[in-house]
């Protein structure tokens, strides 16, 4: 199978998994609601190992920040969570509407200011502003290419996360150690 055979079966295979899932959450609403459970353990220090299903991560300051740098940070995980949901939903539509794609890239810069997560400013602790660049190659028209970025974005749901505030809600559990 040359590289054209190889990226066709996939785009093949991406739309008949949209087209599936889309179908059965159409047909029953209670299979697309779900409850993500994410576990962060403090290793030691501020090394944190993220654990979710199968998969296991790590995240860390850098040593200026006080860590070890054993793994990046929450903002590069929260922009790569951001730029990487962007780029899936719009392999996915591009599947769902035909929209041939040759490459895609996204970059995402956000600014913020570091001294509120110290308490030395009043500036909020997250992001003043988040931008993002998507770069398309693609043989489809200028306005097809475009109707599938919109399209993906109202759909894309780290779009959603970064664009709208969230609820949030605590839980403590404290206690006192053994021994």
Not at 62 to 67: C, D, L, N, Q, V
Not at 154 to 160: I, V
Request: proline share 4%; glycine share 10%; net charge negative.
């Amino acid at each position: 199978m040359d590289g054209n055979q190889e990226k066709t079966a996939s785009t093949e295979r991406i739309r008949i998994a949209f087209e599936r899932s889309a179908k059965a959450i159409a047909l029953r609403p209670s299979v697309g609601k779900h409850t993500a459970v994410s576990k962060v353990t403090v290793q030691g220090g501020v090394l944190c190992e993220i654990q979710e299903g199968r998969w296991k991560l790590v995240s860390d300051l850098s040593e200026k920040g006080g860590g070890t740098g054993q793994g990046p940070d929450p903002g590069v995980l929260g922009r790569a969570a951001f730029g990487s949901c962007l780029a899936m939903a719009y392999v996915l539509w591009a599947a769902n509407l035909g929209v041939p794609l040759e490459r895609l890239e996204i970059e995402v810069q956000a600014d913020f200011d570091a001294g509120a997560q110290y308490g030395v400013t009043d500036s909020p602790a997250g992001y003043s502003e988040v931008r993002y660049t998507v770069i398309v190659e693609s043989p489809a028209r200028e306005d097809e290419v475009r109707r599938l970025l919109d399209e993906a974005e109202k759909h894309c749901p780290y779009y959603d996360v970064f664009g709208r505030a969230q609820k949030l809600a605590r839980t403590v559990e404290i206690s006192q150690p053994q021994g």
